[in-house]
């Protein structure tokens, strides 16, 4: 399966944080498609968050979860995004102000 969304947020996600990506895993299972996972540092905070993106997906393509190293995981503390923009929006957020 082919999905262009998909494969124009990772080229984007890394041509814009790419100094900032420490780590990039894809997944496939056969049958849903491929999950790519990044783990970055975060430019504003300085955190270790990680996002994944979803080649198949019901409404939201993007699964952010920032603070990922301060022992946050998936699940409760995960945030779901419809596109690039508002995944911006979230990680230029500094938590400390």
């Given at each position: 399966m082919t999905n262009n969304n998909?494969?124009?947020?990772?080229?984007?996600?890394?041509?814009?944080?790419?100094e900032n990506i420490s780590?990039?895993?894809?997944?496939d299972?056969?049958?849903?498609?491929?999950?790519?996972?990044f783990d970055?540092?975060?430019p504003v905070t300085g955190s270790l968050d990680t996002v994944s993106f979803f080649e198949d997906f019901d409404s939201h393509p993007i699964i952010y979860v920032p603070n990922f190293s301060e022992g946050?995981?998936?699940g409760k503390d995960q945030l779901e995004i419809?596109?690039?923009e508002e995944l911006y929006e979230w990680i230029l957020i500094d938590?400390?102000?």
């Amino acid at each position: 399966m082919t999905n262009n969304n998909y494969n124009n947020q990772i080229t984007s996600f890394t041509t814009d944080l790419d100094e900032n990506i420490s780590n990039k895993v894809v997944w496939d299972d056969g049958d849903d498609g491929e999950m790519t996972t990044f783990d970055f540092i975060n430019p504003v905070t300085g955190s270790l968050d990680t996002v994944s993106f979803f080649e198949d997906f019901d409404s939201h393509p993007i699964i952010y979860v920032p603070n990922f190293s301060e022992g946050r995981g998936y699940g409760k503390d995960q945030l779901e995004i419809a596109d690039l923009e508002e995944l911006y929006e979230w990680i230029l957020i500094d938590e400390e102000q």
